[in-house]
């Protein structure tokens, strides 16, 4: 990588390109890419059945539908039937507890059976006996969810997918990927990387969450702003109803204008009412040029200005793959990261200064191109107006593919390194973008002003701020010594208040789960929760399928 610290000549600039490049493949590699090189320490996921109380337990108020059978002997055996011994988990506590328990080990179920079917027909004959018995069913991928979306709240059973992994077909001129819904999202991207495409999503948990499981959340992730929403690359979806009813909609067309786009209602439903076993998606060609650049700026002003500018001068040399699937121009990923996110990340880690100086701010540009030689010089050209125009104090440009993944590496290791915090307040909400540092500023404040913040023994310890500017995604993360009931009371509902005050969604692209679906209103007005319900209630007359979330029990 090499530094952009002033608008020197950009001859200087050019010179220096090719000789840190060559110094990449020496033993003094760039200080940055040393410092986000070393992973961060014990990333194992430790399950401890002692330490995680069950959901009912930690958040009270929970009453199991009675209506919803217990499991017997007489049902679990009818379901290894279907399934086959291997395809069954029963009784051992041990063995439950990772699809009991979501990865933040926050949610916790009382599950004694897991089911993890191969076939979409194994998975319709487990519904239709399921839905017979009122046996109540949490469909579940890689269990990587961040709302307690893909655990049981009670002793529903677990419908793992994890089993159904296979690529159905591909179709090279189209760039149309057909797959099972518990394939893998990394191992999808990689087998597509063969044939010189990629997958239209990225996510930081791309190595464990299913491309199902991405769909039935309504995935956003580090692309969404160059590809869109799956709402839009989604073609086709496979989908089993409650009742066992499959419907395919596998379909491959670009266009298709006959009745309703029924695919639409199970992108985003959370498992609800229905349950993803087949995808249809369209991907797009991979770049031959990826461009990776790291601002360091004194403020979030400086960020939207970097932003605005980017857009006006990057979004041309995006390539031609953009403009024939999105059908006009795109923007470059844009990714910002206070220094709290940063500080948080060296706590966990042991990195080396990523500048020589720190910065209140980061900004994190990625370009894709075909022409490397022209996008290298427009990126440059970028960070020269930026550092002249006083807007970025500090830069750094990835030289290749090792550093982009390292420069990326450092975006994507802020949940991870949360996640070794005692406790962390996860939220994922979305704003104007010019509103997105003041939540922040205005949450710390509320905190400091309820006393729970600011002291050396205050239970909050950080508030870190992350996320996406272009689609005004902000990833506001509470860090705490402990959960703490006076702090959870400060922090809901007075920041689903402050988004709904400022226009905004109280869940950007986590979902709503267990963890936000009583606080829906502040999204949605009456008449449309009503309208899901509704819906709800047409295709899951028994209420059998990802029971006690996603809609409001009031």
């Given at each position: 990588?090499?530094?952009?610290?002033?608008?020197?000549?950009?001859?200087?600039?050019?010179?220096?390109?090719?000789?840190?490049?060559?110094?990449?493949?020496?033993?003094?590699?760039?200080?940055?890419?040393?410092?986000?090189?070393?992973?961060?320490?014990?990333?194992?996921?430790?399950?401890?059945?002692?330490?995680?109380?069950?959901?009912?337990?930690?958040?009270?108020?929970?009453?199991?539908?009675?209506?919803?059978?217990?499991?017997?002997?007489?049902?679990?055996?009818?379901?290894?039937?279907?399934?086959?011994?291997?395809?069954?988990?029963?009784?051992?506590?041990?063995?439950?507890?990772?699809?009991?328990?979501?990865?933040?080990?926050?949610?916790?179920?009382?599950?004694?059976?897991?089911?993890?079917?191969?076939?979409?027909?194994?998975?319709?004959?487990?519904?239709?006996?399921?839905?017979?018995?009122?046996?109540?069913?949490?469909?579940?991928?890689?269990?990587?969810?961040?709302?307690?979306?893909?655990?049981?709240?009670?002793?529903?059973?677990?419908?793992?997918?994890?089993?159904?992994?296979?690529?159905r077909g591909f179709d090279s001129v189209s760039g149309i990927l057909t797959c099972d819904a518990g394939c893998v999202l990394e191992v999808l991207d990689n087998w597509l990387a063969e044939k010189g495409y990629m997958m239209p999503l990225d996510l930081g948990a791309k190595g464990s969450c299913h491309i199902g499981g991405n769909i039935a959340t309504n995935a956003g992730g580090l692309r969404l702003l160059r590809y869109g929403s799956l709402h839009g690359t989604v073609l086709g979806l496979e989908v089993v109803l409650p009742d066992g009813t499959i419907l395919d909609n596998m379909s491959t067309l670009r266009k298709d204008n006959t009745g309703y786009d029924l695919k639409q209602l199970f992108i985003g439903s959370e498992g609800t009412i229905g349950v993803i076993t087949g995808v249809s998606i369209l991907t797009p060609h991979r770049s031959k040029a990826v461009n990776v650049a790291l601002l360091g700026l004194n403020s979030f002003e400086d960020v939207q200005k970097a932003f605005k500018k980017s857009r006006v001068e990057l979004s041309e040399i995006l390539s031609e793959k953009i403009h024939v699937l999105m059908g006009s121009f795109a923007d470059p990923a844009f990714e910002f990261w206070d220094i709290n996110a940063l500080q948080m990340f060296k706590k966990h880690a042991t990195p080396k200064e990523v500048m020589q100086n720190e910065y209140p701010f980061y900004v994190l540009i990625e370009t894709s191109g075909s022409n490397k030689d022209h996008d290298d010089?427009?990126?440059?050209?970028?960070?020269?107006?930026?550092?002249?125009?006083?807007?970025?104090?500090?830069?750094?440009?990835?030289?290749?593919?090792?550093?982009?993944?390292?420069?990326?590496?450092?975006?994507?290791?802020?949940?991870?390194?949360?996640?070794?915090?005692?406790?962390?307040?996860?939220?994922?909400?979305?704003?104007?973008?010019?509103?997105?540092?003041?939540?922040?500023?205005?949450?710390?404040?509320?905190?400091?002003?309820?006393?729970?913040?600011?002291?050396?023994?205050?239970?909050?310890?950080?508030?870190?701020?992350?996320?996406?500017?272009?689609?005004?995604?902000?990833?506001?993360?509470?860090?705490?010594?402990?959960?703490?009931?006076?702090?959870?009371?400060?922090?809901?509902?007075?920041?689903?208040?402050?988004?709904?005050?400022?226009?905004?969604?109280?869940?950007?692209?986590?979902?709503?789960?267990?963890?936000?679906?009583?606080?829906?209103?502040?999204?949605?007005?009456?008449?449309?929760?009503?309208?899901?319900?509704t819906m709800k209630k047409m295709l899951d007359p028994n209420g059998i399928l990802n029971p006690y979330k996603y809609l409001p029990s009031s």
């Open positions: 990588m090499h530094s952009v610290r002033s608008a020197t000549a950009r001859l200087r600039i050019a010179s220096r390109m090719s000789v840190v490049a060559a110094a990449t493949s020496a033993s003094a590699k760039p200080a940055l890419l040393r410092a986000i090189a070393q992973p961060l320490s014990n990333t194992a996921r430790l399950y401890a059945t002692k330490t995680v109380p069950y959901t009912v337990d930690k958040f009270p108020g929970y009453v199991r539908n009675e209506n919803f059978k217990k499991l017997e002997e007489e049902d679990v055996q009818y379901l290894k039937s279907i399934v086959g011994e291997s395809g069954v988990i029963y009784g051992n506590e041990e063995d439950l507890f990772p699809f009991n328990t979501d990865w933040m080990n926050k949610f916790r179920g009382k599950s004694q059976l897991v089911l993890k079917p191969k076939t979409t027909q194994q998975v319709s004959d487990i519904l239709k006996y399921c839905n017979e018995k009122k046996l109540a069913v949490v469909p579940q991928g890689g269990n990587t969810g961040l709302v307690g979306g893909s655990v049981p709240v009670f002793d529903e059973i677990v419908l793992n997918l994890q089993g159904m992994n296979r690529i010089e427009k990126l440059t050209t970028y960070l020269e107006n930026m550092m002249t125009e006083g807007v970025a104090e500090d830069g750094v440009v990835a030289q290749d593919e090792s550093q982009i993944r390292s420069l990326w590496s450092l975006r994507e290791g802020f949940t991870e390194a949360l996640g070794k915090e005692p406790a962390v307040y996860k939220y994922d909400i979305s704003m104007p973008v010019p509103k997105i540092y003041e939540c922040v500023e205005d949450m710390r404040q509320h905190l400091r002003d309820g006393g729970v913040f600011g002291q050396e023994d205050s239970p909050v310890t950080d508030v870190v701020a992350y996320g996406h500017v272009g689609d005004g995604n902000l990833h506001l993360n509470i860090a705490a010594q402990r959960l703490d009931p006076k702090t959870s009371a400060l922090i809901e509902p007075y920041l689903f208040e402050w988004v709904s005050k400022h226009q905004g969604s109280i869940s950007a692209e986590h979902g709503l789960g267990v963890a936000k679906n009583e606080f829906l209103g502040y999204s949605k007005s009456p008449v449309m929760i009503q309208l899901m319900k």
